[in-house]
């Protein structure tokens, strides 16, 4: 059996130890009580922009409070956020319902090869798709079982899709002037820079949803946020385009992924006014750099930037 070579430390000794990395704790009982509600390597998630790898120490004047303080921001944004996909969410799967039927007045299309693209990825969908139908007990998939011989319509059926399968197929809809894709894709149009109404290609679509679904996933783990890269790149409007330059992704550019697939404005105003508060709250303790936020990030959070 292999053996770790890294000694396992009691609570007691990690406190011990990071004392010695001259972190400031100012009551060795109350930082245990942390380590052990919260856990040390969680926390230390939130420290590594105050720790030297050479030395092993930490910056000068960095406190264990410091460092909570940035952890409940990042429970906090987590929790805004998983709050709002939500309403995303529940949205996109109304508005992929109501294109399908409006186009194919079809309770069974989404079993049809013919209104997809890629019939490979179809069919490997469809074997998702069945998988999610079987795992589930809902009333109304019981009802289609008893009632109409197992057939499952459309709106049974998305309503148990997990958000990345409803991204999948979303991503796989044939495209075209009068295609489902159209119609479901003009609930998320904005205008452009000369002023007209654009309808959002398919791919560009697409890279907001799948950003959301890596995000949501993100915060319903309690993964952390803070000063962490995400490894999918919504496309953003020209407007809203940074000019820092980054080999990352971070939260900035999946927020506005947010803005352009929100509800409606009313609750993208709500959202913004709560992610405002939360950072002035916590002002003292981050740095919005460690979220790729640019420094008019409040400009991009109003509805008539890159809308």
Not at 39 to 47: C, H, I, Q
Not at 250 to 261: I, Q, R, S, T, V
Request: net charge positive; glycine share 4%; proline share 3%.
């Amino acid at each position: 059996m292999f053996t770790y070579p890294k000694k396992v430390m009691s609570i007691a000794e990690l406190v011990e130890n990071c004392k010695a990395a001259q972190l400031t704790i100012t009551s060795d009982e109350e930082a245990a009580e942390l380590f052990m509600k919260i856990g040390f390597y969680r926390l230390r998630g939130y420290a590594y922009q105050f720790y030297d790898k050479q030395t092993k120490t930490y910056k000068s004047g960095t406190t264990l409070d410091q460092i909570l303080q940035i952890y409940r921001f990042d429970k906090e944004l987590s929790h805004l956020i998983f709050r709002f996909i939500t309403e995303i969410e529940v949205a996109l799967r109304a508005n992929l319902i109501n294109a399908l039927l409006g186009k194919y007045d079809d309770a069974l299309i989404l079993y049809e090869p013919a209104i997809f693209f890629d019939k490979n990825l179809f069919w490997k969908n469809m074997s998702k798709i069945s998988s999610e139908i079987v795992r589930s007990n809902d009333p109304f998939i019981m009802h289609n079982y008893e009632n109409y011989d197992g057939q499952i319509p459309l709106w049974a059926v998305v309503e148990v899709l997990s958000f990345g399968t409803l991204s999948k197929i979303i991503k796989n809809l044939k495209r075209g002037p009068n295609s489902a894709y159209s119609i479901f894709s003009r609930q998320y149009s904005f205008v452009s820079a000369n002023g007209a109404h654009v309808n959002p290609t398919q791919s560009v679509l697409s890279s907001w949803v799948q950003a959301t679904v890596v995000l949501r996933n993100r915060c319903a783990h309690n993964s952390r946020i803070y000063n962490r890269s995400i490894n999918v790149a919504p496309v953003l409007l020209d407007a809203d385009k940074t000019h820092r330059t980054s080999r990352y992704n971070g939260l900035y550019h999946n927020l506005m992924a947010l803005k352009y697939l929100r509800p409606d404005d009313k609750s993208w105003e709500t959202f913004a006014d709560e992610l405002s508060r939360i950072i002035a709250s916590y002002e003292p303790y981050i740095n919005l750099k460690r979220l790729s936020f640019p420094e008019d990030w409040r400009t991009h959070m109003q509805l008539n930037c890159g809308m």
